[in-house]
Structure formats: structure tokens, C-alpha cells
């Protein structure tokens, strides 16, 4: 089967993510999707925030912290 320069275009621009995401692979070997644990040192009162906000929305406070720095 054969595309037209507009079809394949209309792909590239639809899947833009999916090409990056292989794009960066082809160049790291590495899958930049998943998880990785990370140590990190807060403050007791932020610890104590993050406690209250996970009992508040029932989500784990890794999910917590994602959601906030996708947002910046």
C-alpha cells in the first residue's frame, strides 16, 4: 500500500508523540516511559500536607506530586 505525501503527513502529525517517543529511544536506547523510585528529603510540615491531601483524595502521594509538576 502506498501514501500520499498528505496521508503521510496527516500521520505524522497525528502520532507526533508516539515518533518523539521512538525517536528518543532509537537515540538512548532507553524507553523514556515508566517509572523510576527517587529518594528525595522534605521538610516534616510538607510530609504532613502531603499525608493530609492523600487522605483527602485518596490518591498515593507519588500521583500527588506527578500531577503537581505537570502542571508547572
Given at each position: 500500500?502506498?501514501?500520499?505525501?498528505?496521508?503521510?503527513?496527516?500521520?505524522?502529525?497525528?502520532y507526533k508523540?508516539?515518533?518523539?517517543?521512538?525517536?528518543?529511544?532509537?537515540?538512548?536506547?532507553?524507553?523514556?516511559?515508566?517509572?523510576?523510585r527517587l529518594?528525595?528529603?522534605?521538610?516534616?510540615?510538607?510530609v504532613k500536607?502531603?499525608?493530609?491531601?492523600?487522605?483527602?483524595?485518596?490518591?498515593?502521594?507519588?500521583?500527588?506530586?506527578?500531577?503537581?509538576?505537570?502542571?508547572?
Open positions: 500500500m502506498r501514501f500520499n505525501e498528505r496521508t503521510i503527513s496527516h500521520i505524522k502529525m497525528k508523540d508516539v515518533f518523539d517517543t521512538l525517536e528518543q529511544y532509537d537515540k538512548t536506547r532507553e524507553w523514556p516511559l515508566g517509572r523510576v529518594d528525595v528529603t522534605l521538610h516534616k510540615r510538607t500536607k502531603l499525608r493530609e491531601l492523600k487522605e483527602k483524595t485518596k490518591k498515593p502521594i507519588s500521583h500527588l506530586i506527578e500531577e503537581a509538576v505537570e502542571r508547572l
